[in-house]
């Protein structure tokens, strides 16, 4: 029996979603192959300083078999990549960020397969062993080893791990991340902050606008937080952030991370005179809290207003630097302090 124009029709959506399937593992598979090669090539190079890394101790064998084992996985997976633990292909790359007396060029290049793992999506959140995975990668690339031994070369390292902290909160499966682990998330963005003051120009720039990123996606989420009855009512210490430990981050960590904030309005820096000391403002510091903070009110608005621990931080601890800075800040920090009441007033004027 001849088949109708409609089967015809109904089939070759169903191909093409096969096709394009098919078409993405072996993507999948092909990006992993090239940064492992790419890894094990760099290792295996001869460094000019013997001292700098060898390959006979323990731990780098131990890393090198674990890269070589990850190859014989890769053609034969077995089962879709969606399905796979991610730590069988992730953890390789973290052994190499984590490792001691590992050139500089291997990590750049192990943080660079983890941030292709993380773009490409090769899991979601919905991936057995996501949660494990996706919290490893935090904790190991805040731990990264970093064998100093050129100033580009320690550059492109931090640069390299702000581009995964930033694809990490971008990945759908970042919802998974407990509060603790966006803490220590936000704290290492931070770090590079600190460790770019005397660096170049694009490490700061690049290391202040991923800090930015993260936090619009941290308080952007507090429009997805249900807010319980009963926590309208108390804001106490220890009440419960409108999330559980199956849920992922919420508003605990955005507290803490709005308290680290203000803290920084009291930075000051040591100002040395004609052999007499003093201690200044540091006013480049305070700006970019105050940019922070302005960003963190935009987003969560109104929310903020149903979490009381979130709400009287502002009402006290903020507000309190708004008035004794307001008065004796230069154009621009005024300007922005400006700005930030103006968003409180019409989100929170309550």
Not at 75 to 81: C, G, M, T, V
Not at 140 to 145: E, K, L, M, N
Not at 231 to 241: A, F, H, L, N, Y
Not at 259 to 270: E, K, T
Request: hydrophobic share 40%.
């Amino acid at each position: 029996m001849e088949s109708t124009g409609g089967e015809e029709e109904e089939r070759k959506p169903c191909k093409s979603y096969q096709q394009n399937k098919k078409r993405k593992e072996i993507t999948s598979a092909c990006m992993l192959n090239t940064e492992l090669g790419a890894v094990l090539a760099v290792m295996r190079r001869p460094q000019q300083e013997p001292s700098f890394y060898t390959s006979d101790s323990q731990s780098d064998t131990n890393i090198l078999n674990s890269l070589k084992s990850l190859r014989s996985l890769i053609f034969n997976p077995q089962q879709e990549w969606q399905t796979i633990d991610p730590s069988i292909y992730i953890s390789p790359f973290l052994d190499v960020v984590q490792g001691e007396n590992i050139p500089a060029a291997a990590t750049i290049v192990a943080l660079s397969a983890i941030l292709k793992i993380l773009r490409l999506e090769i899991f979601n959140e919905k991936t057995p062993g996501a949660r494990d995975a996706i919290t490893c990668i935090v904790t190991g690339v805040s731990t990264c080893r970093l064998e100093t031994t050129n100033q580009a070369c320690e550059e492109a390292v931090m640069l390299r791990i702000l581009q995964v902290l930033t694809a990490v909160m971008r990945h759908s499966a970042s919802i998974l991340l407990s509060n603790h682990a966006v803490c220590t998330l936000v704290n290492t963005c931070f770090q590079v902050v600190q460790q770019s003051a005397n660096r170049s120009d694009l490490l700061q720039r690049s290391a202040r606008y991923a800090m930015h990123e993260v936090l619009q996606v941290i308080f952007s989420r507090l429009l997805e937080i249900e807010v319980k009855p009963e926590q309208c009512e108390s804001d106490t210490e220890d009440v419960d952030d409108g999330t559980d430990s199956d849920s992922g981050y919420g508003v605990r960590c955005a507290v803490d991370i709005f308290h680290f904030l203000c803290s920084l309005l009291n930075v000051v820096q040591v100002v040395e005179t004609e052999g007499s000391t003093s201690h200044a403002a540091d006013e480049d510091v305070q700006l970019f809290s105050l940019v922070l903070i302005n960003s963190c009110i935009e987003l969560g608005g109104p929310e903020i207003g149903k979490h009381p621990k979130l709400l009287r931080m502002i009402q006290d601890d903020l507000f309190h630097h708004l008035i004794h800075y307001g008065t004796r800040s230069a154009p621009l920090l005024f300007s922005m302090i400006c700005s930030i009441v103006l968003n409180i007033y019409h989100f929170l004027r309550r």
